[in-house]
């Protein structure tokens, strides 16, 4: 080869490579901007399914709330009524320290003062007061106590979870759930309940909560008047298994194949969005676990969340 050739075949070489490396510029830019577009579609997608949930849960509470407000007025009205006790007791006793202290002021006898001191301790009834005070302070606190749990229980139901796991008390989670549902399933159906001992895993509180009110919720819609619902939980080898089993209509194999699509319901309009069980489906798979459906028609149905203890394998079919 001449030189001529040789410095040919170099210059000839050498815009090739610049060419390749200018294309492979290009496609890695074109990578990039890919990446960066998959990346900004993947969190506007978990913001809509976060927005989503918590749209759900809103018309889970727009439903429940009429209960709620009921289960909330209840001990409030018995509050209010013991206080209104309170203060008329106070009142009399009171009067009967206003009037032991004019009789001492008066300078009468220390026989007088102990005949006027008992005969007011009769006329107000002082001893029954005192002990009265006693019940109704102890009636007053429990129904303090049962407000202050129902919306502690409402704060968890519909608070939004940050993204991060925290350690999860599951049996809690159900405790909620029912407690949230407790006027609305107490004048319909009976539940039984059952805790097993389980571990705490790491989880989403709240999530877990919204689980099992729509699989109760939906387990009320299903039975007749006072239909049973069984809800227990316990430890299955390596798994937690939190089962919520009805005797109600059950449920056809033409719905089964349907049940956790979005917006597929068997309920009338108005009565529910549809959405309830995929995103329970969705939340229990978030946490490396299953939902599985056993049910008859005209028997009842059965939803068993399956949750992994610690390191558990992935769920089989």
């Given at each position: 080869?001449?030189?001529?050739?040789?410095?040919?075949?170099?210059?000839?070489?050498?815009?090739?490579?610049?060419?390749?490396?200018?294309?492979?510029?290009?496609r890695s830019r074109e990578l990039y901007r890919s990446n960066a577009q998959l990346t900004e579609a993947n969190q506007a997608?978990?913001?809509?399914?976060?927005?989503?949930v918590q749209s759900e849960k809103m018309a889970s509470l727009g439903v429940l709330a009429a209960g709620v407000a009921h289960e909330i007025n209840?001990?409030?009205?018995?509050?209010?009524?013991?206080?209104?006790?309170?203060?008329?007791g106070l009142q009399d006793i009171q009067r009967f320290l206003n009037q032991a202290d004019q009789m001492i002021a008066s300078g009468q006898t220390?026989?007088?003062?102990?005949?006027?001191?008992?005969?007011?301790?009769?006329?107000?009834?002082?001893?029954?007061l005192l002990s009265d005070y006693q019940n109704l302070a102890v009636e007053t606190v429990e129904g303090l106590e049962?407000?202050?749990?129902?919306?502690s229980d409402l704060k968890s139901f519909t608070r939004q979870d940050d993204?991060?796991?925290?350690?999860?008390?599951?049996?809690?989670?159900?405790?909620?759930?029912?407690?949230?549902?407790?006027?609305q399933t107490?004048?319909?159906?009976?539940?039984?309940?059952?805790?097993?001992?389980?571990?705490?895993?790491?989880?989403?509180?709240?999530?877990?909560?919204?689980?099992?009110v729509n699989l109760i919720a939906n387990a009320d819609q299903a039975v007749e008047e006072n239909g049973l619902i069984r809800?227990?939980?316990?430890?299955?080898?390596?798994?937690?298994?939190?089962?919520?089993?009805?005797?109600?209509?059950?449920?056809?194999?033409?719905?089964?194949?349907?049940?956790?699509?979005?917006?597929?319901?068997?309920?009338?309009?108005g009565e529910g969005t549809g959405l309830g069980l995929s995103i329970s489906h969705n939340s229990v798979e978030e946490h490396g676990g299953e939902i599985r459906v056993e049910s008859e028609v005209g028997s009842g149905t059965t939803f068993t969340v399956r949750l992994p203890a610690g390191s558990a394998p992935a769920p089989s079919d």
């Open positions: 080869m001449t030189e001529a050739e040789f410095h040919k075949a170099y210059l000839r070489e050498k815009e090739l490579r610049k060419q390749a490396e200018q294309l492979l510029e290009d997608l978990h913001e809509q399914q976060r927005a989503m209840n001990p409030l009205g018995f509050i209010y009524s013991n206080f209104s006790s309170l203060v008329e220390v026989e007088q003062i102990r005949n006027s001191w008992r005969e007011g301790l009769m006329i107000y009834d002082i001893a029954y049962r407000v202050k749990q129902i919306v993204g991060n796991k925290v350690p999860v008390d599951v049996n809690e989670c159900l405790r909620a759930a029912l407690n949230i549902l407790n006027n107490k004048y319909h159906s009976q539940i039984e309940v059952e805790y097993g001992e389980l571990p705490v895993i790491q989880g989403y509180f709240g999530k877990l909560n919204q689980v099992f809800v227990s939980s316990r430890l299955n080898g390596q798994w937690i298994e939190v089962s919520i089993a009805d005797n109600g209509h059950g449920i056809s194999e033409e719905h089964k194949k349907y049940l956790f699509t979005p917006f597929f319901t068997t309920k009338p309009v």
